[in-house]
């Protein structure tokens, strides 16, 4: 899965294609890899049960969807410049600029305000979930700092 979503990144790369916003957020969302990330820091939990754990994690939680935003939306915004000047047109400001016919500012200013609701996402998937010992949401919430 990470393979094609990576094939498709090169492939826009080499063609010079801007891809919608949409487009690039669902690709985005897996090259952030923050689920891998996340799942990593749970292999030395000895105190949960592994399967109720897999069959959470393998439903793309809010909370892990929410923390790959975080991710990509404020990596995209801090590395901008420098991948402009490198000739990497593909990233999340670029596209939501093509997409939505906006400024640079305007584009920053919507994609921290996606972060900000990213985060208001994991923080009530935090407060309300029951799926998981709160010990798994606690690492989660932990990697978005």
């Not at 498709?8 to 063609?15: G, H, I, K, P």
């Not at 919608?20 to 957020?25: K, L, P, T, V």
């Not at 990330?37 to 793309?60: D, Q, V």
């Not at 000739?87 to 920053?108: H, R």
Request: charged share 25%.
């Amino acid at each position: 899965s990470l393979g094609r979503v990576y094939l498709a990144l090169a492939t826009w790369a080499r063609t010079c294609q801007v891809p919608s916003f949409d487009e690039y957020m669902e690709l985005g969302l897996e090259t952030a890899a923050m689920d891998d990330y996340a799942s990593y820091s749970f292999i030395a939990m000895e105190e949960c049960e592994e399967k109720p754990l897999y069959e959470w994690f393998e439903s793309k939680p809010k909370i892990i969807q929410a923390l790959s935003a975080v991710f990509r939306l404020g990596n995209d915004i801090a590395t901008f410049e420098q991948e402009m000047s490198r000739g990497e047109i593909v990233n999340g400001v670029n596209c939501y600029m093509k997409q939505y016919d906006v400024t640079k500012e305007a584009a920053f200013e919507e994609l921290k305000k996606m972060v900000s609701e990213s985060y208001k996402i994991m923080m009530d998937e935090f407060v309300t979930s029951k799926a998981v010992p709160r010990q798994i949401l606690v690492r989660v919430v932990n990697i978005a700092r």
